[in-house]
């Protein structure tokens, strides 16, 4: 699957919330400072490139809805990042969140009982 730029990946996030939109809809959404219209068109148009996005005119406008499932890019990118910087184990990532992040003996045991249920 093809990545995202971290600003195609925010156009993407809203447009998984919203499922269809407009582009005028996709600026209104976005934070402060708000990019301006053109700018998220050509992003809109790059991520149809990607196959990210379909269209659909309605008049003048053109309607967008995601193409690719946020779960789908969510196990794609995860699966990069514990390949990249976790030497490709679930495990070290886990370890590294242990480790570093404060995570509670509590939580890991809530985690553990969620894997669990899962099998």
Do not use: C
């Not at 971290?6 to 407009?22: G, S």
């Not at 990607?50 to 690719?68: A, D, H, R, T, W």
């Not at 890019?73 to 910087?85: E, I």
Request: no cysteine.
């Amino acid at each position: 699957m093809k990545k995202l730029t971290r600003k195609e990946e925010e156009i993407m996030q809203i447009l998984w919330q919203m499922d269809r939109a407009f582009i005028k809809d996709i600026v209104e959404a976005m934070p402060a400072p708000k990019p301006h219209y053109n700018t998220v068109s050509t992003m809109m148009k790059i991520l149809e490139e990607k196959q990210f996005v379909s269209k659909e005119k309605f008049g003048n406008m053109l309607s967008y809805s995601p193409l690719v499932k946020r779960e789908d890019y969510k196990t794609d990118a995860l699966g990069d990042l514990v390949n990249k910087y976790f030497d490709n184990s679930a495990q070290n990532l886990v370890l590294h969140f242990a480790q570093n992040e404060n995570i509670s003996e509590k939580e890991l045991e809530e985690i553990l009982k969620m894997i669990k249920s899962q099998k």
